[in-house]
């Protein structure tokens, strides 16, 4: 008999050998394989994929045909990300899945990958020599011109980079406006031969409106050629006319729209243009005079409203309503009657809102005009108080009479006016916000008046008065994002408010000067004093730290078609967080 079979009861033979291993598989008598020894040494598996990955084996390819392998290559793969662009989105989606993977990563390069030139978002001053080789004007998606005023300047510069020259920056000869139309004109021209215009934003100069027509119509014959392809459109005509070609193009696929002009009758131009622009996401117009606007249009898609100087009646504002339910952002001069009047509202509009069901951010004028809100059954994710007397303090004990409304609000904007409310009362604002009162507040922004400085203690140390204001917020301990707009300053220190307290979510904070209008705003990120980065507690309850300055490209959202997007509605130029679902930030 075969020494490893034996006679069952029944008389048959069994393999004893296979039946120990089946039965034992734990037991030494069955010598582990080269490869399980190599597998259950950790080491030696890190140590060899290390350097496949240094030899630019494709770890991530191993570690999907071995799942022995799986963990560990996952791990040295992640160390040193090289993403080809096409796949950016499916590696995001991978780590979504995958969260405590993103622990490991050390080093990140995105890479294009295929034979085409990249995508190009262009932004140039009116008086910038424009010379952009045939090839890359071809692979323009985005093109945005705008008019340098003397104040300009950029913000991430140093003092030493800037111009002192102002004469350099006060306008633009007529000659050098003549040859830098035509040459956008040519560019634009070029730019069909690709992927077409995606954004195209132009804001005219005081130079460019004494020249006739002749002149700058040919740059906008060559915008309109786009029509098919753009997706984002802003015209600050200011003192040029709306030009007529522009309005009688069908925009078909455009999202956003923004128009700033000055003069009146323009009316019939603006109505032309948005006929036919019903794929409209989002819609901003102001005009420096009111004017009577039908409202005649439909656009189903329309989310985000901004208006200033439109005034259509009562009919046509209740009408565009009722045709606009999907509304969640409306800052304009007008409501329908039934919203804004000083009337109570009736029982049936306490659950659903007549007009806008869907509204989440408002811009409050009067505080008796965000209580009608509330007792109407309405809550906001964004308010936008402008001061008025008493009206921020009053809005802001206001709403923690409305729990479901203050639980809401995430983001509040408190605008405060020159001489309506003393500085003193700047200080009560951190105990106005607290958690209690607003559980929920994840963005503050500040703006205040430059002769307010003195009352709070900036005009003195503008950096102490501002360590004194953060450190007052701790009790509001959901705030993730202090801006300040306003004071005249900013800082050349790339750290500031060293060893200060801070609210205990707070991770950044921002700084805008109060002019020029066109400076881009200072960020700063929370730094932990811990020198391995641990939360450092304070015995109020807060955490101690500093402010590290950052670039402001950190926020920046870059669209799938290329386009480096600056949002239209104002609010959310300098927003962090996005307070509502496809914000245009």
């Not at 990958?113 to 692979?139: A, K, N």
């Not at 705008?146 to 300047?153: G, K, L, M, V």
């Not at 659903?352 to 009608?372: D, G, M, S, T, V």
Request: aromatic share 8%.
């Amino acid at each position: 008999m075969h020494p490893n079979l034996s006679t069952a009861s029944d008389g048959s033979q069994a393999d004893n050998s296979n039946k120990r291993i089946r039965t034992h598989p734990e037991r030494a008598e069955v010598p582990a394989t080269a490869a399980q020894r190599f597998f259950n040494t950790p080491e030696l598996v890190q140590s060899i994929l290390v350097c496949l990955a240094k030899e630019r084996i494709d770890v991530l390819a191993l570690s999907l045909v071995s799942k022995a392998l799986r963990v560990q290559a996952l791990n040295v793969w992640v160390r040193q990300l090289d993403v080809p662009v096409k796949a950016a989105n499916d590696r995001l989606k991978f780590f979504r899945s995958n969260p405590t993977l993103l622990q490991n990563v050390r080093y990140l390069r995105l890479r294009h990958d295929s034979g085409t030139l990249p995508l190009i978002d262009l932004s140039i001053y009116d008086s910038d020599p424009l010379c952009l080789p045939d090839m890359l004007s071809q692979r323009l998606v985005a093109l945005k011109i705008r008019h340098r005023e003397a104040c300009d300047y950029l913000a991430e510069s140093s003092p030493s980079e800037r111009r002192s020259d102002s004469d350099q920056l006060t306008g633009i000869q007529d000659s050098v406006s003549r040859m830098t139309l035509a040459k956008l004109a040519e560019v634009i021209l070029k730019a069909k031969g690709g992927p077409g215009l995606r954004s195209f934003q132009f804001h005219a100069s005081s130079s460019e409106a004494d020249l006739p027509p002749a002149k700058v119509d040919p740059l906008w014959q060559q915008v309109v050629q786009h029509a098919p392809s753009l997706l984002y459109l802003n015209i600050h005509t200011i003192p040029l006319e709306l030009p007529s070609v522009v309005s009688k193009t069908a925009f078909a696929r455009l999202e956003e729209l923004q128009l700033q002009l000055w003069y009146s009758g323009r009316v019939p131009l603006i109505e032309d243009l948005l006929d036919d622009a019903t794929n409209l996401h989002a819609l901003a117009i102001r005009t420096d005079v009111q004017e009577t606007f039908s409202l005649r249009q439909t656009f189903p898609r329309l989310r985000y409203v901004d208006v200033e100087g439109v005034l259509p009646g009562k009919d046509e504002v209740e009408s565009f309503a009722r045709r606009h339910p999907n509304v969640v952002s409306f800052w304009g001069d007008f409501l329908p009657r039934s919203e804004t009047v000083s009337e109570p509202a009736s029982p049936s509009t306490r659950s659903i809102p007549k007009f806008y069901p869907n509204l989440a951010h408002i811009r409050i004028q009067r505080a008796a005009e965000l209580q009608r809100h509330l007792d109407s059954g309405r809550s906001f994710a964004v308010i936008d108080i402008l001061s008025a007397g008493d009206n921020v303090e009053r809005c802001l004990t206001l709403l923690p009479s409305y729990p479901a409304a203050a639980e809401r609000l995430t983001f509040l904007a408190l605008s405060f006016g020159p001489v309506q409310i003393t500085g003193s009362f700047l200080s009560q604002v951190p105990s106005m916000v607290h958690s209690q009162a607003l559980p929920n507040l994840a963005e503050l922004h500040l703006s205040i008046p430059e002769d307010w400085q003195e009352a709070f203690g900036w005009a003195c140390n503008f950096e102490a008065g501002t360590g004194r204001l953060v450190a007052a917020m701790i009790k509001a301990q959901s705030l993730e994002v202090l801006r300040l707009s306003g004071p005249n300053q900013v800082t050349q220190h790339r750290e500031i408010l060293l060893d200060n307290d801070f609210p205990p979510a707070l991770e950044y904070f921002s700084l805008r000067r109060a002019s020029p209008v066109y400076h881009e705003p200072q960020y700063f990120r929370f730094v932990s004093s811990h020198p391995e980065a641990h939360i450092v507690t304070t015995g109020s309850g807060g955490k101690r730290g500093r402010l590290q300055r950052v670039p402001s490209v950190f926020r920046q959202r870059i669209t799938k078609e290329g386009v480096w997007h600056r949002p239209l509605v104002k609010m959310y130029i300098d927003t962090v967080l996005d307070h509502l679902d496809d914000a245009p930030i």
